[in-house]
């Protein structure tokens, strides 16, 4: 498979002062998952539709290996590209069987007879509905459905498959079903895969790639643990994970890593002024009821195996942490920060 790259590519819609994309470059390698990750309006689902051929560039390009796919100039068609699409609403047909709705793209394409019935075999197969083949869609659960939309993708033999928040409606216990289905599916396709999401549990759990986006531009492109441990800026550092930032004072030290002993220092330095840093602080890096400084619980939350708190500190700053049992809003205890990541020069106030 071709490598897809999305060369600067801006997408303004007339009559918007903003552009809904701006200046997005960003690569997806030959069968990597890539999660485009951000808050409603960023504009992940404005770049899947661009990929697609829904909707065209105002500016850069969008190339599959060495093929133009589109441009401010023009663009190949959705049915020319090689991709496949699933959709948020499984967009199947009412009135036709499960292999029908799996196999109308190869019906499109006048696909001959035995080909058409070894491909949906195999596709329905691979999902694991081949002994739901004669149902109709109204006689399945919301992911049976997801599944017949993910088996059409497959007939096709995609290079890239495109997907647009396929689990928004579905309840918790068949989003995490069809997780395992997605890494399933990844694995047999072959393809490379673009998943649009605003669940970052999601993203983290499915993508071997994650792109955070804010207000149509491109913030970082990160394996999912390296986002996590390392996420660079401030509003990456919001959107990705929990946590809270401390804005803590400047000591000379270029290190992104802050341990404890560097934390502490800085704690006793606020308020004497200088430049900030903005460090991230995870509350599993925070211990309660700990030596160490003082801080008034501002909030317990039972999480089911455990209780989340949140943590307001002397002089300032607020910390989440876990505890094992539940702490009184208001009491006083003892906290240590292990330790924390600075987001970067600049990004503090």
């Not at 071709?2 to 903003?18: D, Y």
């Not at 990750?37 to 689902?45: D, N, Q, V």
Request: hydrophobic fraction near 45%; charged fraction near 25%; include cysteine.
């Amino acid at each position: 498979m071709a490598k897809l790259i999305l060369n600067h590519v801006t997408k303004r819609f007339e009559g918007t002062a903003q552009p809904a994309v701006d200046d997005l470059s960003l690569e997806l390698p030959e069968r990597a998952f890539m999660a485009l990750l951000g808050p409603s309006g960023c504009g992940k689902t404005t770049v899947l539709r661009m990929v697609a051929g829904f909707e065209q560039p105002t500016g850069g390009d969008i190339r599959l290996g060495e093929r133009r796919l589109a441009d401010a100039g023009g663009m190949v068609p959705p049915e020319h590209r090689g991709m496949a699409m699933v959709f948020q609403s499984y967009a199947l047909w009412p009135h036709m069987s499960v292999a029908d709705n799996a196999g109308y793209p190869l019906k499109v394409r006048g696909v001959g007879r035995d080909a058409y019935d070894r491909k949906v075999r195999a596709a329905l197969a691979a999902v694991r509905l081949d002994a739901m083949a004669d149902r109709r869609p109204a006689e399945l659960s919301g992911g049976q459905r997801q599944r017949v939309a993910l088996a059409r993708c497959l007939v096709t033999d995609p290079s890239v498959v495109l997907l647009d928040e396929p689990l928004a409606n579905l309840d918790r216990h068949l989003r995490q079903e069809m997780e395992e289905n997605f890494r399933i599916f990844h694995e047999r396709s072959g393809a490379a895969m673009i998943y649009v999401t605003h669940d970052q549990s999601e993203a983290m759990a499915l993508a071997s790639h994650v792109a955070v986006m804010a207000e149509g531009r491109l913030l970082q492109v990160a394996a999912p643990q390296a986002l996590y441990a390392r996420p660079q800026g401030r509003l990456v550092g919001e959107l990705v994970g929990r946590g809270r930032i401390l804005d803590l004072a400047e000591d000379g030290d270029p290190a992104r890593h802050w341990p404890r002993e560097r934390i502490a220092a800085a704690l006793v330095r606020r308020g004497h002024g200088g430049a900030l840093r903005a460090v991230l602080v995870r509350p599993e890096h925070v211990v309660a009821d700990a030596p160490g400084m003082p801080a008034t619980v501002a909030g317990c939350i039972f999480e089911g195996e455990r209780y989340l708190l949140r943590l307001t500190l002397e002089g300032g700053g607020e910390l989440l942490a876990y505890a094992t049992s539940p702490h009184g809003v208001g009491s006083s205890i003892g906290v240590a920060i292990l330790e924390g990541w600075c987001l970067g020069a600049g990004d503090a106030g």
